[in-house]
């Protein structure tokens, strides 16, 4: 393969996979946080490959497809308020010590996910999205908030697991 048509190549096999998992979470009810993540999983050898801009166009891609195409748009919105994270790991990565990049980390985490569910209750109000979270307390939604701090810093050592594995193992198995 030439030197340009590789990376357009494996940049657009992966995104459309990671569309097809994105898709499939319209089809699996509870997929609506696991079809994200696998998402990112998915477009993790093009940060590993090509860098974060070419990860944050394939993020991008995907993210606007599910806008499109899926029929869950709670998935869709869910992806496109957090799946930039894999481009932006490396830099998360480089704040020392580690306390203050967990910190810088949830608090990314917190922060899209409240504006995220604020815009789908009061702009766009989703009716079963607002029917779901119109019966919960304030302290449950503060929960649910911890609750999805947790998973994302298990997402966040995934992605880092997941990068470690393309890089020793998978790569040279690929490049040979």
Same mark, same amino acid.
């Given at each position: 393969?030439?030197?340009?048509?590789?990376?357009?190549?494996?940049?657009?096999?992966?995104?459309?996979?990671?569309?097809? $998992?994105? +898709?499939?979470?319209?089809? /699996?009810? %509870? *997929?609506?946080?696991? !079809?994200?993540?696998?998402?990112?999983?998915? &477009? @993790?050898?093009?940060?590993?490959?090509?860098?974060?801009?070419?990860?944050?166009?394939?993020?991008?891609?995907?993210?606007?497809?599910?806008?499109?195409?899926?029929?869950?748009?709670?998935?869709?919105?869910?992806?496109?308020?957090?799946?930039?994270?894999?481009?932006?790991?490396?830099?998360?990565?480089?704040?020392?010590? $580690?306390? +203050?990049?967990?910190?810088? /980390?949830? %608090? *990314?985490?917190?922060? !899209?996910?409240?504006?995220?569910?604020?815009? &789908? @209750?009061?702009?766009?109000?989703?009716?079963?999205?607002?029917?779901?979270?119109?019966?919960?307390?304030?302290?449950?939604?503060?929960?649910?908030?911890?609750?999805?701090?947790?998973?994302?810093?298990?997402?966040?050592?995934?992605?880092?697991?997941?990068?470690?594995?393309?890089?020793?193992?998978?790569?040279?198995?690929?490049?040979?």
């Amino acid at each position: 393969m030439g030197k340009r048509s590789y990376p357009l190549a494996l940049c657009g096999l992966l995104s459309g996979l990671a569309v097809t $998992a994105m +898709l499939l979470g319209g089809v /699996i009810p %509870a *997929a609506v946080y696991c !079809c994200p993540i696998l998402a990112m999983v998915i &477009l @993790l050898p093009v940060r590993e490959e090509f860098g974060s801009r070419a990860a944050l166009t394939a993020y991008a891609a995907v993210a606007l497809l599910t806008l499109l195409l899926a029929a869950d748009k709670e998935l869709a919105f869910v992806y496109l308020f957090l799946g930039w994270y894999p481009a932006a790991q490396p830099r998360f990565y480089r704040l020392r010590p $580690a306390v +203050l990049r967990i910190l810088a /980390i949830l %608090a *990314a985490c917190s922060t !899209c996910t409240v504006v995220l569910y604020t815009l &789908l @209750l009061k702009v766009f109000c989703l009716g079963a999205v607002t029917a779901e979270f119109g019966s919960y307390s304030a302290i449950f939604r503060i929960i649910l908030l911890a609750m999805g701090n947790a998973v994302f810093l298990m997402t966040d050592f995934l992605l880092l697991r997941m990068s470690t594995i393309w890089n020793v193992r998978l790569r040279r198995h690929l490049l040979k």
